[in-house]
């Protein structure tokens, strides 16, 4: 079975960090930049934001990451809670650890950036 994951970015300050560093890694210093990730490709940033059931709409889709590039998991294959007036239900995975890559997917532009 081959599993790729991918990560859901709604803040800039996260985008130029991997822009200007290829390292995925929360920026959110409440959470000890624990970072979350999903085995499910959203080409919609609407239905990624409900599916997952995040806070904002997402900008940016990174992946897919190979299973070997990933790190150690903190929080393995569950599904997203309802929360922030979004329904959850896609399958997400956590990790502390950052996460290296080589480039990001824009959706407004419909591209990607290096």
Same mark, same amino acid.
């Given at each position: 079975?081959?599993?790729?994951?991918?990560?859901?970015?709604?803040?800039?300050?996260?985008?130029?960090?991997?822009?200007? +560093?290829?390292?995925?890694?929360?920026?959110?210093?409440?959470?000890? %930049?624990?970072?979350?990730?999903?085995?499910?490709?959203? +080409? +919609?940033?609407?239905?990624?934001?409900?599916?997952?059931?995040?806070?904002?709409?997402?900008?940016?889709?990174?992946?897919?990451?190979?299973? %070997?590039?990933?790190?150690?998991? +903190?929080?393995?294959?569950?599904?997203?809670?309802?929360?922030?007036?979004?329904?959850?239900?896609?399958?997400?995975?956590?990790?502390?650890?950052?996460?290296?890559?080589?480039?990001?997917? %824009?959706?407004?532009?419909?591209?990607?950036?290096?």
């Amino acid at each position: 079975m081959r599993v790729g994951f991918y990560r859901y970015i709604s803040f800039q300050q996260e985008v130029k960090q991997v822009l200007i +560093d290829r390292r995925v890694q929360s920026t959110n210093p409440l959470t000890r %930049n624990a970072t979350w990730y999903t085995t499910i490709r959203f +080409d +919609d940033p609407t239905t990624a934001r409900r599916e997952l059931a995040l806070k904002n709409l997402p900008t940016s889709r990174i992946g897919p990451i190979p299973w %070997n590039e990933m790190p150690d998991l +903190d929080i393995a294959f569950r599904q997203a809670a309802p929360l922030n007036g979004q329904p959850g239900g896609a399958i997400e995975v956590c990790t502390s650890s950052p996460v290296w890559l080589f480039g990001i997917w %824009n959706f407004q532009g419909s591209k990607w950036e290096i």
